[in-house]
Structures are given as C-alpha cells and as structure tokens.
C-alpha cells in the first residue's frame, strides 16, 4: 500500500477518536462516523447504521445533499448482533433518492466489539482497498461500546469524569499507533534506503538536492513514527531515587541558552531535599518537555517559574484519600490557551502552534510516563491575580512519594 494511504488512515483515525469523544448521543456519534468514514474511504457516499433497542439508528453522508449527513430511525424487528448489510441497506429507502443506481457498487464494513455485531459501514461506490479500513472500524465499534456503557452509567458523562474521558482517548490513540506505526515504518525505510542508494552514485548538484530532501523527508517521517510508537508502547520505568531539583536546574540551564534569544528569566522554587524514586531518565524528559513548552510559548523578556514540593493537595480526591506526592509544576506567562488548545492539548499531533506552543507528542509523551508510574499530570491557565505569570499557562505533574 503506498504511504500516503496508509498515513491518511492514520490521520482519519485519529480525528475519528478526537471529534467523537466525548459523545453525547448515538446521532452525535453517528454523524461524526459518516463523515469521517465518508472522507478516509474515499466512497461516493456513506451510510452508517447502528442497531439498539429494536431501532435501527442510521447517518447518510454524500458530499452532493446541503444537508449531509442526514439521519433517520426506523422500528426494526432485530436484536444488535442480527444488524446485517441488508437491514441497514433497507434505511436507505428513505434518505437516497437514487438508491438502486447507489448500490450497484457497495462495500460493507461491519462494527463488532467482542465478537458481537453493533452496526457498520454501507460505503457506496467504487472502494479500492476495504481492508484498510480494519482500524477504523475496531475504532468505531470501541466508540459505540463506550457510548453504550455510558447509557448505562450515566454519571461517566458528568462533567467530574473530564479527565478520565480525556485518557480514554488518549488510550485508544495509544492502541491505534502501536499497530499503525508498523505499517508506515516499513514502505517509509525503503524510501530512504533507496534515496541513500541513489545519492551514492548521483553527480548532479541538483539532482542530489532533490534526493537529499526525499530521505531527509523520509527519515522525519520515520522519527516521528518512533514517537508515536514510544507514546503507544513506551519502556517500562527503571525507578531509582534521585534528588529532581538538581536536574530540574540543570536542563532549565541548558534550554535557557537554547532560547537565548527569548531572554527568559527564570524562577526557581526547588525543595533541594525531595528525594523522588522513579525512572530517572523520564523525569528528566518530562521536566525538558514542560519548560522547553513554556520556553516556546513566551514572549520576549518572559517570565518561567519552576516549583518542586511535596503535598498531599490532589486534584479530584479530598484529602482524606489524598496521600503524599511530589508535585512538579512549570508556570509561564505566555500567550496562554484557547478553547480548542486546551480540549486537544495533550492529544498527540495536535499542533497549538499559533499560540505558541508546540508541536508533536511532548505532553502526550508527558501523560504516557506519568500514568506509568501512578502519577498524573494537569493544565490549567495561570490565575490573572498572580502578577508573576499572568495569562500564562501552569503544568502540574504529580508523582507518587
């Protein structure tokens, strides 16, 4: 399969999990998988259904309807795991005009979880490759499962269950490039194997130019295919006990002359006798990503301040289960976060750019390590009355002591 299909599945599967949770309903949920069904399969048009409660709930996605994506229910006489390309085919009565000239070519993808049948994909048109939509529609069974399961608890859409919406999101991104990542690393090596081949013997200035961008292309690819493995399946920590504050200096020392042109100054409010146990070389990776962030995110003359302590003041528990942690936490006051920036912040890719934040899989990669080792980690905008970091941004880790 060429790269480019396989990095569009990536992308369209990871936009599937970021728009569709956290859902509020089986149409919010339906309408997010016509549409993006309809845009990675490259269908002419695309009816996802969805089988509950005797009724058949279903979204009709086509480019050429002012209305797209359409939906419509209908009473069937079927229990879940009957749901088959001929019922879900028979809602379409109703929302295509042109039905039979539509289904002369259909490709069905159906929706299991645990080998149980919850709906599918009618992709109408001509479809070349149906077995790549394999992830996107273990995805899309993952999704209605867990639209499900909060029918039937509803407190897991209470507004306190933020967090744990969030990492189950983060979760199934993890799931997906684990098994991703390996499709996209093997043509994207022979690309820069054969570009390195090719410039052995290459004499022409711009010919090698040209093939010194394609593997120089190509290997960026392939680290960042890396990232995305290590934040799927990263190595299991090595704990040992070390005292943070120093380390924290140190790499706060050396950014500081990596971004000598932001002329930050640096406050520093560091308990030099914590002792913290846990893998050494993760927390140093935190602590870079978190200041490197701020760094980014500062204007010229800004103010980074840095705070380690011991507390046992845990976000969402009270302080009769709280028990004691280390808290790490980085302030800036930088351009601060907009609505989107801080419901995709820790989302791997997403890119916060504009406002000055990074790019790739740093606070992702910062989520992944700390749920390692049962710590957490949180975002939130600087309090206006704090003058020292106003509008800004402050990253709170927590690790257990």
Not at 42 to 71: I, M, T
Not at 285 to 293: G, H, M, T
Request: glycine share 6%; charged share 20%; aromatic share 4%.
């Amino acid at each position: 399969m060429p790269v480019t299909e396989s990095a569009n599945q990536s992308i369209a599967a990871l936009q599937l999990v970021q728009q569709a949770l956290p859902v509020s309903s089986a149409d919010a949920l339906l309408e997010c998988l016509a549409d993006s069904w309809l845009q990675s399969s490259g269908a002419a048009a695309c009816h996802v259904s969805l089988v509950s409660n005797q009724k058949l709930s279903s979204a009709f996605a086509d480019p050429a309807c002012s209305n797209d994506p359409r939906l419509s229910h209908e009473l069937i006489d079927a229990a879940p795991h009957e749901w088959s390309a001929t019922l879900a085919s028979s809602a379409l009565t109703l929302v295509v005009d042109s039905k039979s000239e539509m289904l002369t070519s259909v490709t069905v993808v159906p929706f299991e979880f645990d080998g149980q049948s919850l709906g599918g994909a009618l992709l109408l048109g001509d479809v070349e490759d149906s077995e790549a939509f394999s992830t996107l529609a273990t995805v899309s069974a993952q999704l209605i499962e867990q639209l499900r399961n909060a029918a039937a608890s509803p407190t897991q859409l209470e507004p306190a269950s933020e967090t744990r919406l969030r990492d189950l999101k983060l979760e199934a991104m993890a799931e997906f490039a684990a098994g991703a990542g390996h499709e996209i690393n093997n043509p994207v090596a022979t690309i820069a194997g054969r570009s390195a081949l090719l410039l052995k013997t290459e004499t022409d200035p711009e010919r090698r130019r040209i093939l010194e961008t394609i593997g120089g292309q190509a290997y960026r690819i392939r680290d960042m295919i890396g990232d995305a493995m290590t934040y799927a399946r990263p190595p299991e920590p090595v704990p040992e006990e070390f005292s943070p504050a120093a380390d924290i200096l140190q790499i706060s020392e050396s950014l500081q002359q990596q971004f000598a042109d932001k002329n930050a100054t640096f406050k520093s409010l560091l308990d030099e006798s914590i002792k913290l146990t846990a893998d050494r070389e993760q927390f140093r990776v935190i602590a870079s990503c978190l200041i490197k962030n701020s760094l980014e995110a500062i204007t010229t003359d800004g103010l980074i301040r840095l705070e380690l302590a011991q507390t046992t003041d845990i976000p969402g528990k009270d302080a009769e289960h709280s028990s004691p942690h280390i808290s790490f936490s980085v302030s800036d006051n930088g351009v601060g976060l907009s609505k989107t920036d801080r419901e995709h912040l820790f989302d791997p890719f997403y890119s916060g750019r504009q406002a000055g934040r990074g790019l790739g899989f740093g606070l992702s990669k910062c989520w992944q390590i700390l749920r390692l080792h049962g710590g957490t980690i949180e975002a939130v905008e600087t309090a206006e009355q704090d003058d020292d970091a106003r509008n800004g941004l402050t990253v709170t880790t927590m690790w257990p002591k």
